[in-house]
């Protein structure tokens, strides 16, 4: 097997407690956690409330730096990255929020919220930019003269589809995804998952998919983690965590979700 | 043809019949209605379900119910309580009925707590209001009604605030509120929404214990198919205001017949299949 994408070794994130003073013990988010992602698959991390899978996800974002453990992508640790090479893994690494209300800028219009990334990154012309906005706007199922409209006069689906124009518009390896569809109603949800599919092969990405949501989960992973209070207490195909969980939480997880017998079969 | 109702069969009439009901409101751009015509029964014992997305006018309907629309809202069309009419009674004959005979459960507990109010104080309300009790027998009732909804150490937790509480114990203790005064009806607008997973499989168990127990009507608002599925015996599915269909909820999903319930069940992802999104 070749080297994986996203390699997580041994990470922890203990965020410190009490003020100055005062020092509590701190608070261990994630605890010991090794994960990896090969090319163009999915991996899902699924828990509740304070699990720790979206400092997880940051940290892979290099939004928050882990106390212990490395983070490699594409064979480098980010961490270690500097200048040129900081800017090059960025491009390589986007992200889509959970929240389409808070992920844009309210008073940018689409069409610069969509050309912020590729002025920042210094690609194309002006008129090129215009032209790869406008094909990627009709590939997320949108009319391209959205374009001029502000994010709040868009609903929550279209502005989702915007946040995958944007995450895959400077052409990266990797996105992440954090609950990208908890906030939509089931009709519109299953739209855009579909959509995030459709991308996902057509530019050949690898994602980590994090969502409390299991059904979600079983339908867009390859491969699952289990995470409970900052730890991964189970990983496997997507396949096998869901038709037999070996972990006692995985299996409360899956027994506590509210879908009855004769769903099953359906 | 009607489809069979076991909860209806030997009972008089509803605990809830909701006729042609509509919910108006004045906008500049003319009249913006987002209820529209429903009819809809809650039989004693039963647990109904309503189902939509968001605009649907499934909380609409759940707060019309409760008389607590927001301002500005004009109902039209019939809703009674055990017979009782509850369109065109006052505002204080209609208090004297909240929290007695027909309690509501919010859907964001945290929001619907007084923060600087013990839970005690909170949950004995009922009594305080309708009953007219003494403090000293509203507490030992309240202590009865957090060790009924599985609060563990009442005695003490009585005396907690609410940011003392977990998630699943505010929506626990909101619940015990709604229970006080056993009243015929509970309405529960999606009193699992913000809860995780594991919580939430508790809360419903509990609701279904409150009915079997204490033989409470309940109306479930939810936009989650799973959550009908598993709690509720009769479900009727809303769309723009309308309902769409209503039946058993095993026919529901075995054979829905509205074309919007077909696309909800289709749209909706589950843990025991997976469908074609992939490639």
Redesign the interface.
Known sequence: MSEPVVRIENVSKVFRQGGLFNRAPGFKAVSNVSLSVAKNRTLGIVGESGSGKSTLLRMVLRLIQPSEGRILVNGAEIWSLRGGELKAMRRQVQPIFQNPASSFNPRQTIRAILAAPLEVHGIGSAAERRERITTLLRRVGLDPAIENRLPHQLSGGQKQRIAIARAVILGPSVVLADEPTSALDVSVQAQVLKLFADIKYDFGLTTIFVSHNLAVIREVSDEVAVMRRGEVVEQGEADRIFEDPQHDYTRELLAAVPSPAFMASA | MREYRPHAQGAARPALAIRELTVDFQRRSGLLRTVDKVSLDVWPKEIVGVIG??GSGKTMTALSAMRLLPHGAKIGGAIALGGRDLVNIGESEMRALRGDRIALIPQDAMQSLNPTMRVGRQVGEPYEFHRKQSYGAIWSKVVELLRAVKIADPETRVRDYPHQFSGGMQQRAMIAMGLALDPELIIADEPTTAL???V??RI?KLLRDIRDERGSAILFIT?????V???CDWVYVMKDGKVVEDGPV?RI??APKADYTR??L??????????G???
Do not use: C, Y
């Not at chain 2, 936009?223 to 959550?227: F, K, N, S, V």
């Not at chain 2, 289709?266 to 469908?275: F, G, L, M, V």
């Open positions: 997305e968001s995780d997973v594991t939430q499989a419903l936009h989650e198919l799973g959550i599925a598993e709690l095993k999903f075995e696309m909800l289709e749209a909706t992802p589950s843990i025991h299949r997976r469908k999104a992939k490639r």
